[in-house]
């Protein structure tokens, strides 16, 4: 079931309208927050830090999403440091669990050979279910119908720098689909067949590829992947272009093709090659101005009147480690 809960200090929605700075001009947007109870403190941290930096002044709303029903201690706390209203969706069975032509025991068994190479998260079912979900899911959570912008927000992350306009309203001035801070290399052992799958695709759906495209920023000089991806941990995106049938379709065929279950697909690449295919360059966008950290890599503007609490030369930052450093066209 899910439920809604007003910021308590904003009882009513007259206080709400008169205060909200900008409100007239806000972007049809929400936070989206997939969680587990108990990654409740974690998320506070995050909220805390994207409210400072921004959201005090706009006050959008939060979708807390959860493959279980939210406690009351999670509903209680993050209601009460949201300047926004929260609502707290429960993910349907069927959009969470594998699907009925995915072989278990052979899931089980790629599992642990995963998990023998060392690989993160190898072993874990829960971690392919988060990730499928993200890359096929989120967006058709009903607690998100009524919204075009969503802006992804994870637990202990950080925004370093004052936001002093809307991001999303810049998404929608100016027709941007797709939205990033740090953009690195997925590990190999996670994705084998990915690109194979998606070349497949492409043959199929020729008509979904977008004139021009990123397809380049995608590939190596033998057209391989290149394993470059957006860090999915952040994104502001528009909701169209996941509902869109380029993409749904795209969703599909990966998901047929068995990958997140028997490989590990995370919904970072997922995303990134279905923005470098089916948008054009122009309608992907850089936040290069916002400062953020997720552990354990971060983005650090370069300008320092940009006035962020981090170091640009820190060797974590996006841009100092060459090796996961995919290039980019406008940097
Ligand atoms: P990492 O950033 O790739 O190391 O993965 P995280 O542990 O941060 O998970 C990614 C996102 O999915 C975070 O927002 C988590 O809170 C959320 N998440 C991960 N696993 C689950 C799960 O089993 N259930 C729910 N409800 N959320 C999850
Ligand atoms: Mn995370």
């Not at 939210?70 to 959009?95: M, Q, W």
């Not at 740090?182 to 084998?192: A, C, G, N, Q, R």
């Not at 998901?255 to 997922?270: I, L, N, T």
């Not at 006035?307 to 980019?328: E, S, T, Y």
Request: aromatic fraction near 16%; hydrophobic fraction near 35%.
């Amino acid at each position: 079931q899910d439920d809604a809960l007003a910021a308590p200090h904003r009882a009513g929605g007259a206080d709400w309208d008169a205060h909200g700075a900008g409100n007239s001009t806000r972007a049809n947007a929400a936070f989206v927050i997939l969680a587990r109870n108990s990654d409740v403190w974690e998320i506070l941290g995050s909220i805390r830090g994207i409210e400072d930096r921004f959201n005090r002044k706009y006050n959008y709303p939060y979708v807390f999403l959860n493959d279980e029903p939210f406690n009351d201690e999670f509903k209680r706390h993050t209601s009460a440091i949201a300047s926004g209203p929260c609502s707290y969706g429960l993910v349907p069975r069927e959009h969470w669990e594998e699907p009925e032509w995915i072989d278990e025991s052979k899931a089980a068994e790629e599992r642990k050979k995963m998990a023998d190479a060392g690989v993160i998260y190898g072993d874990s079912r829960g971690y392919r279910r988060m990730c499928r979900y993200q890359s096929g899911y989120f967006f058709r959570h009903p607690l998100l119908d009524t919204y075009d912008y969503y802006w992804r927000i994870e637990p202990s992350v950080k925004f370093y720098c004052d936001i002093d306009y809307d991001p999303f309203r810049y998404m929608a001035d100016n027709k941007k689909k797709y939205g990033w801070t740090v953009s690195l290399y997925e590990y190999e052992k996670t994705i084998p067949t990915l690109w194979k799958t998606t070349k497949e695709f492409i043959e199929k759906h020729p008509e979904h590829l977008a004139s021009p495209n990123m397809r380049q920023w995608l590939v190596n000089d033998k057209d391989e992947y290149n394993r470059c991806h957006f860090w999915s941990n952040f994104e502001i995106g528009d909701l169209n272009f996941f509902r869109s049938k380029a993409y749904l379709d795209y969703f599909d065929y990966l998901d047929h093709a068995g990958g997140f279950s028997m490989e590990r697909w995370g919904d970072a690449p997922v995303h990134s090659i279905a923005a470098a295919l089916f948008l054009k360059p122009e309608e992907i966008h850089w936040f290069h101005d916002i400062g953020y950290m997720h552990p354990p890599f971060l983005h650090c503007p370069k300008d320092s009147a940009s006035r962020c609490a981090c170091n640009p030369k820190d060797p974590n930052a996006f841009g100092n480690w060459k090796k996961l450093r995919p290039n980019w066209a406008s940097e």
